[in-house]
């Protein structure tokens, strides 16, 4: 398609439009926001691959290590960032969120100054799709497995703690520890992809315990509440 020639959605944001994007299917406005990294060397090379007609891909968002935020794909619209998967037994994640691709190559924590710029960002988004914190997941809780974004270095709590995700407390610690009762936790939680158990477990550490390791434990219920 066309880049779209309009304005940013959000105050700030330098628009720089991608021709890699569509319509929302079946009339579906954003409900969840889509973390990534972007796992490139900076993050002009992510700017240019997610513009690149070839690549077909592309997000609504890149926050830059600097804070700097550049907006590809109007809100609106359905941009290409999270490919197959599902959440809360829903799939075609592209048509229900708005992806946020942050430069980081998942190896380094990210600077202050990118996650202020995300934090005010999306407090922007949630206000005007009307999205709660438990409609903010990171690329791999919709992919176990296929991927692993925004990564064990991805700061969640600092997002729980001003209300921008769930903060994954308060279940009771179960009296039988078993990838029966773990599996049907985690779907009430709302990661329901087809997965192995042990890659659903480390999706759910990725999320809320990625110091976590070893075997399935009490303390991997904890955060599905």
């Not at 941009?79 to 592209?94: F, K, L, M, V």
């Not at 708005?98 to 202050?112: C, K, M, Q, R, Y």
């Not at 710029?117 to 990171?138: C, F, S, T, Y």
């Amino acid at each position: 398609m066309t880049p779209d020639t309009g304005r940013a959605d959000q105050p700030g944001a330098i628009w720089h439009p991608s021709p890699n994007f569509g319509p929302r299917r079946d009339g579906l406005t954003p409900s969840l926001i889509v973390l990534h990294y972007t796992a490139m060397d900076s993050a002009r090379a992510a700017l240019e691959r997610l513009c690149d007609p070839a690549a077909e891909v592309s997000a609504h968002y890149l926050i830059g290590a600097n804070g700097t935020i550049w907006q590809m794909v109007a809100e609106d619209s359905r941009a290409w960032h999270a490919g197959a998967g599902e959440w809360a037994g829903q799939e075609d994640i592209n048509s229900r969120s708005i992806g946020i691709e942050l430069d980081n190559l998942g190896t380094h924590p990210f600077s202050a100054l990118q996650m202020a710029g995300l934090e005010d960002l999306m407090r922007g988004i949630m206000q005007r799709w009307n999205i709660p914190p438990a409609g903010v997941i990171g690329h791999s809780c919709m992919a176990p497995g296929r991927k692993c974004d925004p990564g064990p270095r991805f700061d969640w709590a600092r997002l729980a703690r001003q209300g921008l995700a769930a903060d994954g407390g308060g279940a009771p610690l179960p009296q039988t520890v078993t990838f029966a009762h773990f599996r049907a936790a985690a779907a009430a939680a709302g990661f329901t992809a087809l997965s192995a158990d042990e890659t659903l477990l480390a999706a759910v550490r990725l999320r809320f315990r990625p110091w976590a390791r070893g075997p399935l434990s009490a303390e991997d219920f904890l955060p599905l509440a």
